[in-house]
Protein backbone atom coordinates (compact mmCIF):
# COMPACT_ATOMS: atom_id res chain seq x y z
CA UNK A 1 0.00 0.00 0.00
CA UNK A 2 1.54 3.47 -0.80
CA UNK A 3 2.14 5.25 2.63
CA UNK A 4 -0.49 7.92 2.03
CA UNK A 5 -2.93 5.77 0.94
CA UNK A 6 -6.59 5.68 2.73
CA UNK A 7 -8.51 2.37 3.45
CA UNK A 8 -12.52 2.00 2.68
CA UNK A 9 -13.64 2.53 5.71
CA UNK A 10 -11.40 5.78 6.36
CA UNK A 11 -12.56 7.33 3.40
CA UNK A 12 -16.39 6.16 4.51
CA UNK A 13 -15.72 7.87 8.37
CA UNK A 14 -14.37 10.95 6.40
CA UNK A 15 -17.43 11.43 4.22
CA UNK A 16 -19.69 10.65 7.46
CA UNK A 17 -17.91 13.15 9.29
CA UNK A 18 -17.68 16.00 6.44
CA UNK A 19 -21.17 15.19 5.81
CA UNK A 20 -22.41 16.08 9.52
CA UNK A 21 -20.12 18.90 10.24
CA UNK A 22 -20.72 20.65 6.54
CA UNK A 23 -24.09 19.83 6.85
CA UNK A 24 -24.56 21.71 10.11
CA UNK A 25 -22.68 24.29 8.31
CA UNK A 26 -24.96 25.25 5.67
CA UNK A 27 -27.58 25.62 8.22
CA UNK A 28 -25.47 28.31 9.74
CA UNK A 29 -24.56 29.94 5.96
CA UNK A 30 -28.53 29.66 5.49
CA UNK A 31 -28.86 32.07 8.20
CA UNK A 32 -26.52 34.25 7.01
CA UNK A 33 -27.27 34.95 3.67
CA UNK A 34 -31.12 33.86 4.70
CA UNK A 35 -31.38 31.84 1.85
CA UNK A 36 -31.61 27.91 1.22
CA UNK A 37 -28.17 26.85 1.30
CA UNK A 38 -27.91 23.35 0.68
CA UNK A 39 -24.73 21.34 0.32
CA UNK A 40 -24.50 17.55 -0.90
CA UNK A 41 -23.28 14.49 0.32
CA UNK A 42 -19.16 14.85 -0.08
CA UNK A 43 -17.17 13.45 -2.58
CA UNK A 44 -13.85 12.14 -0.85
CA UNK A 45 -10.79 11.01 -2.63
CA UNK A 46 -6.91 11.50 -2.17
CA UNK A 47 -5.55 13.71 -4.55
CA UNK A 48 -2.33 14.78 -5.37
CA UNK A 49 -1.53 18.22 -4.38
CA UNK A 50 -1.09 18.94 -8.49
CA UNK A 51 -4.78 18.26 -8.54
CA UNK A 52 -6.24 20.17 -5.74
CA UNK A 53 -7.74 22.65 -7.97
CA UNK A 54 -8.57 21.18 -11.08
CA UNK A 55 -12.05 22.41 -10.16
CA UNK A 56 -11.09 26.45 -10.17
CA UNK A 57 -10.35 28.51 -13.16
CA UNK A 58 -7.92 31.59 -13.03
CA UNK A 59 -8.13 32.68 -9.02
CA UNK A 60 -10.11 31.24 -6.21
CA UNK A 61 -10.69 32.13 -2.69
CA UNK A 62 -8.27 29.95 -0.17
CA UNK A 63 -9.64 29.94 3.64
CA UNK A 64 -7.55 29.04 5.78
CA UNK A 65 -8.77 26.98 9.21
CA UNK A 66 -5.95 26.15 11.89
CA UNK A 67 -7.31 24.15 14.82
CA UNK A 68 -6.21 25.17 17.98
CA UNK A 69 -7.57 22.82 20.12
CA UNK A 70 -8.68 18.78 19.54
CA UNK A 71 -6.95 18.10 16.43
CA UNK A 72 -3.04 18.90 15.36
CA UNK A 73 -2.76 20.67 11.94
CA UNK A 74 -4.99 22.99 9.77
CA UNK A 75 -7.42 22.35 7.06
CA UNK A 76 -8.15 24.59 3.59
CA UNK A 77 -11.75 25.24 1.91
CA UNK A 78 -11.62 26.73 -1.48
CA UNK A 79 -14.39 28.55 -3.05
CA UNK A 80 -15.18 30.15 -6.82
CA UNK A 81 -14.26 33.94 -6.97
CA UNK A 82 -18.31 34.65 -7.71
CA UNK A 83 -19.61 32.50 -4.60
CA UNK A 84 -17.67 34.73 -2.54
CA UNK A 85 -19.23 38.22 -4.21
CA UNK A 86 -23.19 36.43 -4.07
CA UNK A 87 -22.69 35.73 -0.63
CA UNK A 88 -20.83 39.19 0.50
CA UNK A 89 -23.72 40.73 -2.02
CA UNK A 90 -26.70 38.50 -0.02
CA UNK A 91 -24.79 39.43 3.73
CA UNK A 92 -24.77 43.24 3.01
CA UNK A 93 -28.47 42.42 2.67
CA UNK A 94 -28.66 42.49 -1.33
CA UNK A 95 -30.40 40.43 -3.56
CA UNK A 96 -27.10 38.42 -4.50
CA UNK A 97 -26.81 39.74 -7.87
CA UNK A 98 -24.10 42.85 -7.15
CA UNK A 99 -20.71 40.68 -8.22
CA UNK A 100 -19.72 42.99 -10.70
CA UNK A 101 -15.93 44.22 -10.42
CA UNK A 102 -12.68 42.87 -8.64
CA UNK A 103 -13.04 41.49 -5.41
CA UNK A 104 -12.17 43.47 -2.83
CA UNK A 105 -11.09 43.76 1.15
CA UNK A 106 -14.74 43.84 1.79
CA UNK A 107 -15.55 40.35 -0.16
CA UNK A 108 -12.72 38.76 1.65
CA UNK A 109 -13.87 39.86 5.34
CA UNK A 110 -17.09 38.71 4.53
CA UNK A 111 -15.68 35.69 3.75
CA UNK A 112 -13.60 35.17 6.34
CA UNK A 113 -16.79 35.95 8.82
CA UNK A 114 -19.19 33.73 6.85
CA UNK A 115 -16.24 30.89 7.05
CA UNK A 116 -15.74 31.33 10.60
CA UNK A 117 -19.07 30.77 11.51
CA UNK A 118 -19.31 28.01 9.49
CA UNK A 119 -16.49 26.18 10.63
CA UNK A 120 -16.93 27.46 14.22
CA UNK A 121 -20.26 24.82 13.72
CA UNK A 122 -18.34 22.44 11.83
CA UNK A 123 -16.00 22.39 14.90
CA UNK A 124 -18.90 21.95 17.17
CA UNK A 125 -20.23 19.00 15.25
CA UNK A 126 -16.50 17.52 15.65
CA UNK A 127 -16.31 17.43 18.88
CA UNK A 128 -19.59 15.41 19.26
CA UNK A 129 -18.49 13.08 16.69
CA UNK A 130 -15.01 12.37 17.90
CA UNK A 131 -15.60 12.81 21.71
CA UNK A 132 -13.23 15.81 22.48
CA UNK A 133 -13.37 19.40 22.46
CA UNK A 134 -11.92 21.00 19.19
CA UNK A 135 -11.87 24.50 18.53
CA UNK A 136 -10.64 27.07 15.70
CA UNK A 137 -8.90 30.30 15.47
CA UNK A 138 -9.71 32.41 13.14
CA UNK A 139 -9.61 31.79 9.32
CA UNK A 140 -7.13 33.18 7.19
CA UNK A 141 -8.76 34.44 3.91
CA UNK A 142 -6.38 35.01 0.47
CA UNK A 143 -7.25 35.23 -2.88
CA UNK A 144 -4.81 32.50 -4.97
CA UNK A 145 -4.04 32.25 -8.58
CA UNK A 146 -4.91 28.44 -9.60
CA UNK A 147 -1.45 28.23 -10.87
CA UNK A 148 0.48 28.76 -7.42
CA UNK A 149 0.58 25.40 -6.18
CA UNK A 150 3.44 26.60 -3.88
CA UNK A 151 0.93 28.02 -1.90
CA UNK A 152 0.07 24.58 -0.53
CA UNK A 153 3.91 24.05 0.85
CA UNK A 154 2.85 27.58 2.65
CA UNK A 155 -0.16 26.66 4.30
CA UNK A 156 0.52 23.53 5.13
CA UNK A 157 3.89 23.82 6.09
CA UNK A 158 4.74 20.99 4.23
CA UNK A 159 6.54 19.64 0.93
CA UNK A 160 4.06 16.37 0.92
CA UNK A 161 2.53 15.46 -2.17
CA UNK A 162 -0.75 13.83 -1.16
CA UNK A 163 -4.10 15.34 -0.08
CA UNK A 164 -7.19 14.35 1.23
CA UNK A 165 -9.92 16.63 -1.24
CA UNK A 166 -13.32 16.73 -0.17
CA UNK A 167 -15.63 18.07 -2.89
CA UNK A 168 -19.23 19.93 -2.17
CA UNK A 169 -21.66 20.48 -4.42
CA UNK A 170 -23.50 23.98 -2.58
CA UNK A 171 -26.34 25.46 -3.76
CA UNK A 172 -27.87 28.55 -2.55
CA UNK A 173 -31.52 29.47 -3.84
CA UNK A 174 -30.91 30.43 -7.85
CA UNK A 175 -27.76 31.98 -7.04
CA UNK A 176 -25.17 29.11 -6.70
CA UNK A 177 -24.76 26.14 -7.72
CA UNK A 178 -21.26 25.09 -7.22
CA UNK A 179 -18.08 23.16 -6.31
CA UNK A 180 -16.70 23.72 -2.94
CA UNK A 181 -13.69 22.16 -2.04
CA UNK A 182 -12.15 21.13 1.36
CA UNK A 183 -8.32 20.02 1.29
CA UNK A 184 -5.96 18.58 4.11
CA UNK A 185 -3.08 16.19 4.75
CA UNK A 186 -3.63 13.09 5.14
CA UNK A 187 -2.36 12.62 8.20
CA UNK A 188 -4.85 15.05 9.32
CA UNK A 189 -7.24 13.02 8.04
CA UNK A 190 -5.99 9.40 9.42
CA UNK A 191 -5.64 11.43 13.04
CA UNK A 192 -9.62 12.34 12.62
CA UNK A 193 -10.47 8.84 11.76
CA UNK A 194 -8.63 7.24 15.21
CA UNK A 195 -10.53 9.16 17.02
CA UNK A 196 -13.56 9.21 15.48
CA UNK A 197 -13.03 4.88 15.80
CA UNK A 198 -11.59 5.27 19.42
CA UNK A 199 -14.82 7.03 20.26
CA UNK A 200 -16.92 4.08 19.24
CA UNK A 201 -15.60 1.68 20.91
Known amino acids: MEEFALTNEQIDIIG ?17 VNKKVDITTPNVRVIKRSEALDDYEKTCIFVQIHYVKGLQGNNVLVLKEHDVKVMTDLMMGGDGTNTSGEITDLHLSAASEAMNQMM ?3 ATSLSSLLGIATDIST ?14 EKMFDTTL ?7 FRMTIGNLIDSIMVQLYPVDFAVDMCDKFISKGK
Open 161 to 167: DKFVKIA
Open 120 to 122: GTS
Open 16 to 32: EIANISMGNSATTLSMM
Open 139 to 152: PIVNQIDVESIKVF
